[in-house]
């Protein structure tokens, strides 16, 4: 079956810019996801969602970032006024209910995202 | 203390060799414990999860020491198609139970 997508794979902007980066999870999964991982470190957490909610935003940087999910399914995550160590890739995963406890979560390809 | 820690390597190994990792963790109330592979430029994947009394699958073998917040993951047999970085994941406990904690990971090349 199709596994999590994410859109665009590869995102080159200026500083300043906005950026929307997309998240299409695996059907049927409750919960999505997002991580950065900057060169050379480890995953990131930022945000979790349980169907279109966000209990937990603490791994969000900065109030530029925000992100949403509509439907139960599709995730935006959108970077304002974008900054170098912005630089990253984007990871996003989903999985069935979250707090089982070997409840493996699935990974996008993600978005490398190049801020200039 | 970081709440994963892992030797980075790189490990450099002959292929057939017997290669293990480590990995300590900070949260002593951590409920979950996974070894994730991932490739270069691609996302991690699920290698393993580790079990309190130690687990097989094929090659691979994991090792949880609770009392010690410790994780190992060995790798019997080496093969070229195991050079990748490995991640010790640790699942959060209570409220956090859903998010992950990965380490830095450990780069393994495999040389034949």
């Known amino acids: 079956g199709a596994g999590v997508s994410q859109s665009p794979s590869n995102k080159v902007t200026e500083k300043g810019k906005d950026v929307e980066l997309r998240c299409d999870p695996i059907?049927?999964?409750?919960?999505l996801y997002w991580y950065r991982q900057s060169l050379g470190q480890g995953l990131e957490f930022l945000i979790y969602?349980?169907?279109?909610?966000?209990?937990?935003k603490s791994g969000l940087p900065s109030d530029r970032f925000s992100a949403e999910r509509t439907g139960g399914s599709v995730s935006t995550l959108t970077i304002q006024r974008t900054q170098q160590e912005d630089s990253a890739v984007y990871l996003c995963?989903?999985?069935?209910?979250?707090?089982?406890?070997?409840?493996?979560?699935?990974f996008g390809p993600g978005t490398r995202l190049t801020v200039l | 203390r970081k709440e994963v820690e892992q030797d980075p390597g790189p490990f450099n190994v002959p292929e057939g060799a017997t290669v293990a990792f480590n990995c300590t963790y900070s949260n002593s109330a951590s409920q979950s414990f996974f070894w994730y592979r991932q490739d270069c430029r691609k996302e991690p994947k699920l290698l393993m999860s580790?079990?309190?009394s130690g687990n097989e699958d094929g090659r691979f073998t994991a090792q949880l020491n609770r009392a010690s917040q410790y994780i190992s993951l060995l790798i019997r047999d080496s093969k070229l198609s195991d050079s990748a970085t490995y991640l010790c994941?640790?699942?959060?406990?209570?409220?956090?139970?859903?998010?992950?904690?990965f380490g830095k990971g450990t780069k393994l090349s495999v040389i034949p």
């Open positions: 995963a989903s999985s069935f209910t979250p707090t089982t406890f070997y409840n493996e979560q699935f």
């Open positions: 994941v640790v699942k959060g406990s209570g409220a956090g139970s859903y998010q992950l904690t």
């Open positions: 580790v079990y309190s």
């Open positions: 059907s049927g999964h409750t919960a």
């Open positions: 969602f349980q169907g279109n909610s966000a209990p937990d």
